[in-house]
């Protein structure tokens, strides 16, 4: 099949710094922002230019506020690479803000965005896949095109479990992470991209895929972290949810993130996370084997560009309704 008569499929990054992951595991020092961007953002832009690749990255306004991370973030928007809207302190327990705290949030995190790269996003995914009525209702206000929080799993509970384990958290601040991963129902959310039910409102979903059927995750930190036990076994895994998505027509929506270019070696600090065992060369070349594959089989884009297909999609995609969506997602979790 030729490139252009390819289903597409969408593929971002999220750019979670090094004090972000310290901030919600628990560890002390976060607050002076330790950053890997200088080297994972030089990596990952070889890493995509090397297959022509342009894709979303949703960063955090915090780093852009700090102009030590500014060049990295500038470098990214200078490749052609759209910028989306991650929050400003990337606080997992969004969903819990007021609205006027959440439009705060958002409208912090656009105004250093586009000052820093001169682009204005249209796009965003809550931290931790964090997501609201309240939150619909900000981006619609404020002109967004999409949203790209949801992830359809039945595993979120067992993930926010492990989550827990690992981490060193008061009570207190498990409390507020108690709907981080969503719950049970979460997994019968759709996997294809939908029309939120507001009025006067075009907010595009673009769920993270997961595997089709099944419901268990398959982007890229799942495959590198099966790539411990057995590197062929993972890319098995990845071309298995590849044939589903085929199968079931569904077009998948990719996420990366910068631990995916790092390895043990890089942030020491970061041990704790699944897969940071491995030496970067290693991730590396898993990553460019399960890369290879998502082309070969799809025409790949930004998150823009998917959005902006599905609104203008010959079939007319579904309408979900939030407050019945969220209702059902806080019920699960209590």
Known sequence: ?????????????????????????????????????????PRALAFLEERGLAITFFVVGQDAALEKNQR???????????????????????????????????????????????????GFRGPGYSCSTAVLRVLARRGYQYDASTFPTFLGPLARAYYFMTTKLSKAEKEKRKALFGGFKDGFQPLKPYRWDMEQCQLIEIPVSTMPIVKIPIHFSYVLYLSVFSRALAILYFRLAL?????????PSLL????????CEDVPELSFFPGMSLPSPAKLETLSRAIDLLKQNYRVVSMQEHAQTAATARRRIPVLNPERKFAATKAATL
């Open 1 to 41: 099949m030729k490139p252009n008569q390819r289903p597409i499929a969408s593929l971002s990054l999220d750019l979670d710094n090094q004090w972000s992951y310290m901030k919600i595991h628990g560890d002390p020092g976060w607050e002076s922002f330790p950053s890997y961007l200088d080297v994972v953002v």
């Open 72 to 122: 990295a973030i500038q470098a990214i928007a200078a490749a052609g690479h759209e910028i989306g809207n991650h929050s400003f302190k990337h606080e997992s327990w969004l969903h819990l803000y007021s609205e006027p705290e959440i439009e705060a949030e958002i409208a912090q995190a656009e105004q250093i965005l586009k000052q820093v790269t001169g682009q204005q996003p249209i």
């Open 243 to 251: 044939t589903l998505c085929r199968l079931t027509g569904t077009q």
């Open 256 to 263: 990366l993130h910068p631990l995916d270019f790092l390895g």
